[in-house]
């Protein structure tokens, strides 16, 4: 659990675009990652996606999950165009998504991952815990998720998986 906070707060320091903050962070535990597994086992079932159904198996032996999501919020840069919109209006208006906010967001998982490697604790960015949160509602106002399950045991569960 030290691990996992730590992980958080490096989620929560890291840099970020123009120095605007949205991203938010959440430390699963206990029955709330069976709740996870079981979504996530849901929607690999109901749209036949294998990977689903497997990921959901790794996180019911694993101590806890840390989820870092972002908000969607267009930071009003001149002239930015990386999100493929001519400008921050254009893309609010047509609900697109600000590149700015999903750079954010791969700078505070990448890291987070590295305390966790520099803490020795297994863990592996997983997409669909991030998809079955947000299914669930666990974030208000966040587009986008991604679940970073720690594991302490003698064998990594995210190693030689099918």
């Known amino acids: ?3 996992a906070r730590a992980m958080a ?25 069976q709740r996870l597994a079981d979504e996530m086992l849901r929607v690999g ?13 790794n996180i019911r032996t ?5 989820i870092v999501g972002v908000r969607n919020k267009a930071r009003a840069v001149p002239n930015c165009g990386n999100c493929g919109h001519a400008d921050c209006t254009a893309n609010t208006k047509a609900g697109g998504v600000c590149a700015l906010c999903v750079v954010d967001l791969g700078i505070a998982l990448g890291s987070a991952v590295s305390v966790a490697a520099n803490s020795r604790v297994d863990t592996r960015i997983m997409f669909t815990i991030g998809k079955a949160a947000l299914a669930l509602g666990l974030f208000d106002d966040v587009h986008q998720a991604y679940g970073l399950p720690l594991s302490v045991l003698g064998k990594s569960p995210f190693f030689d998986r099918k």
């Open 62 to 66: 694993v101590q806890a999950v840390l």
């Open 1 to 3: 659990m030290v691990a």
């Open 9 to 33: 707060v490096a989620a929560r320091t890291a840099p970020k675009a123009r120095g605007v903050d949205e991203i938010v962070t959440l430390l699963v535990t206990g029955d709330e990652i």
């Open 45 to 57: 079932e109901e749209k036949q996606i294998a990977f689903f159904s497997r990921d959901s198996a």
